[in-house]
C-alpha cells in the first residue's frame, strides 16, 4: 500500500515536533541550560502539534482527508507562529529590538523576595546561551518550525490521486 502525502506529512510533524522537544529538554536537564519564558512559549506549538499530527495520520488512514488536512493546516500555522516568536526571540537576543521586560529587565526585589531568590538564575531571553554556528537556540527553533511549516502546509495542500 502506497502511503499518502498527508500521512507522510503528519508523521513527519509529530517525529520532527518530538525530536525538537526532546533537544529543548536535553539541553535543560542535561546540558543544564534554563529556559528563559520566550524559550519556554517556543515549546508549546510543538506539544500541540504532536496529539494534533496523531490525529491527522488517523484520520487520513482512515479516509477523512479533508479532516486531516485541516488539522495538518492548524499545525502548519502554529509553527508559522512558532517561527516569528524563534525570530523574535532572536532579535532580541542580538539586540535588534527589546523583549518582555518579565525576562530582559532587571528584576524588583522587595522583601524577603530578594533573600529567597539569592541563589536562584533566572534566565534572561536577551542573552543566548548557546550558539552553533553563530545561530542561537531561538534561530535554529525558527529554521525547524519553517521547515515543519512546509511539511505541513505541503500535506495540507497536495493533491494525489487515491
Same mark, same amino acid.
Given at each position: 500500500?502506497?502511503?499518502?502525502?498527508?500521512?507522510?506529512?503528519?508523521?513527519? &510533524?509529530?517525529?520532527?515536533? $518530538? +525530536?525538537?522537544?526532546?533537544?529543548?529538554?536535553?539541553?535543560? +536537564?542535561?546540558?543544564?541550560?534554563?529556559?528563559?519564558? +520566550?524559550?519556554l512559549?517556543? *515549546?508549546?506549538?510543538?506539544?500541540? /502539534?504532536?496529539?494534533?499530527?496523531?490525529?491527522?495520520?488517523?484520520? /487520513?488512514?482512515?479516509? *477523512?482527508?479533508?479532516?486531516?488536512?485541516? &488539522?495538518?493546516?492548524?499545525?502548519?500555522?502554529?509553527?508559522?507562529?512558532?517561527?516569528? +516568536?524563534?525570530?523574535?526571540?532572536?532579535?532580541?537576543?542580538?539586540?535588534?529590538?527589546?523583549?518582555p521586560t518579565?525576562?530582559?529587565? $532587571?528584576p524588583?526585589?522587595?522583601?524577603?523576595?530578594?533573600? $529567597?531568590?539569592?541563589?536562584? *538564575?533566572?534566565?534572561?531571553?536577551?542573552?543566548?546561551?548557546?550558539?552553533?554556528?553563530?545561530?542561537?537556540?531561538?534561530?535554529?527553533?525558527?529554521?525547524i518550525?519553517?521547515?515543519? /511549516?512546509?511539511?505541513?502546509?505541503g500535506?495540507?495542500?497536495?493533491?494525489?490521486?487515491?
Amino acid at each position: 500500500m502506497v502511503q499518502r502525502l498527508d500521512e507522510t506529512a503528519a508523521l513527519l &510533524l509529530v517525529t520532527g515536533s $518530538a +525530536l525538537a522537544l526532546a533537544a529543548a529538554w536535553y539541553f535543560q +536537564l542535561v546540558v543544564g541550560l534554563a529556559p528563559c519564558p +520566550l524559550c519556554l512559549d517556543q *515549546r508549546l506549538p510543538y506539544y500541540a /502539534a504532536i496529539p494534533l499530527g496523531l490525529l491527522a495520520f488517523a484520520a /487520513a488512514r482512515s479516509g *477523512r482527508t479533508t479532516l486531516a488536512r485541516v &488539522l495538518l493546516g492548524v499545525i502548519g500555522v502554529a509553527m508559522v507562529g512558532n517561527m516569528g +516568536l524563534a525570530i523574535f526571540h532572536a532579535g532580541v537576543e542580538w539586540k535588534f529590538w527589546s523583549g518582555p521586560t518579565a525576562c530582559t529587565g $532587571a528584576p524588583v526585589m522587595t522583601g524577603n523576595i530578594l533573600s $529567597a531568590l539569592k541563589g536562584a *538564575r533566572v534566565p534572561r531571553c536577551d542573552e543566548a546561551a548557546w550558539r552553533l554556528f553563530g545561530i542561537s537556540m531561538a534561530g535554529w527553533n525558527a529554521l525547524i518550525a519553517a521547515g515543519l /511549516a512546509v511539511v505541513a502546509f505541503g500535506g495540507a495542500t497536495t493533491r494525489r490521486k487515491a
